[in-house]
């Protein structure tokens, strides 16, 4: 059991340029999301989904899009990137939505 | 609006000591309260939950509190170790859009 996986783990970009962050997870869980982390500021959700097919806007959702083609993966995108998207990014799955939220290892994502 | 809050911010204490730390929410429909552990550059990891229908939870060294009236939760941590040094964040799950809101975080640094 891996748990929750991302890739890439560290990713430089320059303003304007895209990426897909790809997040999957094993245990079978309904529910995956995607948040951002920025010193001071906690974990803040970007996206998330309750099932396969489903996507819905978390607190901070401009600026990226998402998609949940399969139940195991969530796919974050980048149209075009701003500094102000430099963060770590983590991605997460639950087995309920009240329920213990599975993290993964994380990416961290430099925007020059 | 949903709005958590956690203090103190950074919080230092002598290894053997007790540490508590407190959050307050907005939302009074709210019905889960977890704890995450997140050690440096690692992932966030659940350390503790409480659900509504209880007020005291405990596990080992770490207990959680929570006055539902006051809109208030909190960790403790008893006879407290290194390893426990770490960044703390709690959460609440916010029944109007379905989601977990975590607090700021809280440096918790335990000196030996």
């Known amino acids: 059991n891996a748990g929750v996986t991302q890739t890439p783990k560290f990713r430089v970009l320059k303003t304007g340029q895209s990426m897909t962050l790809l997040c999957a997870q094993d245990m079978n869980h309904e529910y995956m999301y995607w948040y951002r982390q920025d010193p001071g500021m906690g974990l803040r959700l970007i996206h998330y989904s309750v099932g396969e097919g489903t996507t819905a806007k978390g607190e901070v959702p401009d600026g990226y899009n998402v998609s949940r083609l399969k139940k195991q993966n969530f796919l974050l995108g980048l149209e075009s990137a701003a500094p102000s998207q430099t963060s770590v990014y983590f991605c997460?799955?639950?087995?309920?939505?009240?329920?213990?939220?599975?993290f993964g290892p994380g990416t961290r994502l430099t925007v020059t | 609006g949903e709005n958590v809050e956690q203090h103190p911010s950074t919080l230092s204490v002598q290894e053997g000591d007790s540490a508590v730390i407190k959050c307050t929410y907005s939302?009074?429909?709210?019905?889960?309260f977890p704890w995450y552990k997140q050690e440096l550059g690692k992932r966030p990891q659940l350390i503790i939950d409480i659900r509504s229908n209880v007020g005291e939870k405990k596990d080992q060294r770490i207990a959680v509190t929570l006055n539902k009236t006051a809109k208030h939760f909190s960790l403790h941590i008893t006879e407290t170790q290194p390893e426990d040094s770490a960044v703390y964040f709690c959460?609440?799950?916010?029944?109007?859009?379905?989601?977990?809101?975590f607090g700021a975080g809280t440096i918790l640094r335990v000196k030996s």
């Open positions: 939302d009074s429909a709210s019905n889960y």
């Open positions: 959460a609440v799950f916010m029944e109007y859009g379905n989601k977990l809101v």
């Open positions: 997460a799955s639950s087995y309920e939505r009240a329920h213990e939220q599975y």
